[in-house]
């Protein structure tokens, strides 16, 4: 009688056991399977928004960040969907603005050498003359984060030095450096749709579409958006 006592007593403490073990065990993996499904959650939370452009919002860890933005730039933090929401769409207008404090032109004719390409003199009375054109592009949004940035676009057109006539004219890239925050350009092509043929210091109209890439945090998530945009330049030619 005594040995089923004692049987019948671990019996039940093994029972209790074994409830608390799944008891812990359930919220735990409730939690971890929360914590997983979460950033799925805000990018189908920012895919039902509304935005003048198409976007594409993705998961960004760390390495991937890394190899998108400038070293040490910092996610721009929201506590919020909604809060993020009114900050795109703001921003989107500010950059397809052409809000410029003040430009410069780096020629690179003499240069022989740019970004490692040869350039291109074409004997007689054309010659191939590659530049790049800069500018500095704040972004202000009041009551939020401002992105600033310089903007770049390297061009080349051959010049026909009797008639000081530019005769054709490309656009060979485009790229911004000197970012506050995480955000970066990806070009696409370019052109110059109009201006080609006319006189001496000619203002060629350029035209680049590329990709914004922005990182960002929503809480603790870091999450990325990109979407295509075109920038629109004016630009003096050098001779």
């Known amino acids: 009688m005594n040995k089923n006592k004692v049987m019948k007593r671990k019996s039940i403490s093994l029972l209790l056991i074994i409830t608390f073990i799944v008891t812990m065990a359930v919220p735990a993996f409730a939690y971890a399977e929360e914590k997983i499904i979460e950033p799925e959650n805000i990018i189908n939370q920012l895919n039902d928004l509304n935005f003048s452009k198409d976007v594409e919002f993705f998961i960004a860890p760390a390495t991937q960040r890394s190899a998108m933005f400038e070293p040490d730039r910092e996610l721009l933090k929201f506590d919020s969907v909604e809060e993020f929401e009114q900050f795109l769409q703001l921003l989107m207008i500010a950059l397809s603005e052409d809000s410029i404090d003040s ?57 026909n030095t009797v008639g000081a006539r530019v005769t054709t004219a490309t656009v060979d890239s485009s790229w911004i450096t000197s970012a506050n925050a995480a955000i970066t350009w990806i070009h696409r092509f370019g052109s110059f749709p109009s201006g080609i043929g006319t006189p001496s210091f000619t203002d060629l109209n350029a035209s680049v579409t590329g990709t914004w890439v922005l990182g960002f945090a929503i809480g603790p998530y870091p999450v990325g958006a990109s979407w295509n945009d075109t920038w629109a330049r004016t630009i003096t030619v050098w001779h």
């Not at 040869?118 to 800069?134: D, Y």
């Not at 009551?143 to 080349?156: C, D, E, K, V």
């Open 103 to 159: 430009s410069s032109l780096v020629p690179l004719a003499n240069d022989p050498e740019i970004d490692g390409k040869e350039l291109l003199f074409e004997p007689f009375s054309t010659r191939r003359i590659t530049a790049v054109e800069s500018w500095w592009a704040p972004t202000v949004l009041p009551g939020l984060a401002s992105i600033t940035t310089f903007r770049h676009i390297q061009y080349s057109y051959n010049l």
